[in-house]
């Protein structure tokens, strides 16, 4: 199948984990508030649909393909759709249009953790551990699936309105093989030396 043809499949489906009885969806069925991000592909919009509100990722297909993303946008998709938590950053419907590809995800208003850590420092060791439990709960809910994340950081760590950490970012992720045990990823300044040098 060519790139275009790929592209154009990739959010064929509708309601990736089936909820909300199977309804189909397109832009037209959301109401626009404002850009709340920007991302390699496109942008983030705030979006709101019967009264709730959504993060909404519009990605150009074109700048996918000229990136030679196609498969690592399909992959991402394919994994978050696998998983369910309070803890992850849902994907709640996926479609596409001739211009763009969209993912609708939960709204997360709290920043990341970087952000706050710049503002805060040093953080009490109760609120400490509560990070590392929330972290914790994403991490079983990913792996209970057989999938690992690869890219663990505080950019990747979100809070929601109630200011639970949730794990987002799911572009490198993978299937855990025993192949893969030697393979090593992520964001270079998060990674152990002695992992970089393998």
């Not at 993303?69 to 849902?90: A, D, G, H, P």
């Not at 990913?142 to 990747?156: A, L, V």
Request: hydrophobic residues 40%; glycine residues 8%; negative net charge.
């Amino acid at each position: 199948m060519g790139n275009a043809a790929t592209c154009q499949n990739l959010c064929s489906r509708k309601n990736p984990k089936g909820d909300d009885s199977g309804e189909v969806v397109q832009k037209s069925d959301f109401k626009f508030n404002y850009a709340i991000g920007r991302g390699a592909f496109g942008k983030v919009i705030r979006v709101e649909k019967d009264g709730k509100d959504y993060a909404m990722k519009e990605m150009l297909k074109a700048r996918v393909m000229a990136k030679k993303s196609i498969e690592s946008v399909m992959k991402e998709l394919e994994l978050m759709c696998r998983i369910n938590s309070e803890f992850i950053v849902n994907v709640h419907w996926a479609f596409h249009d001739e211009a763009n590809l969209y993912l609708v995800m939960d709204l997360m208003e709290g920043g990341d953790l970087r952000y706050h850590h710049s503002r805060i420092r040093k953080f009490p060791p109760d609120v400490t551990q509560f990070f590392i439990a929330c972290l914790v709960q994403s991490l079983e809910a990913i792996h209970s699936e057989g999938i690992i994340h690869r890219d663990i950081k505080p950019e990747n760590l979100v809070f929601d309105r109630d200011g639970y950490l949730r794990l987002t970012d799911f572009g490198i992720a993978r299937e855990w093989t025993p192949e893969n045990f030697m393979e090593n990823s992520g964001t270079p300044g998060y990674m152990a030396p002695e992992v970089m040098i393998k």
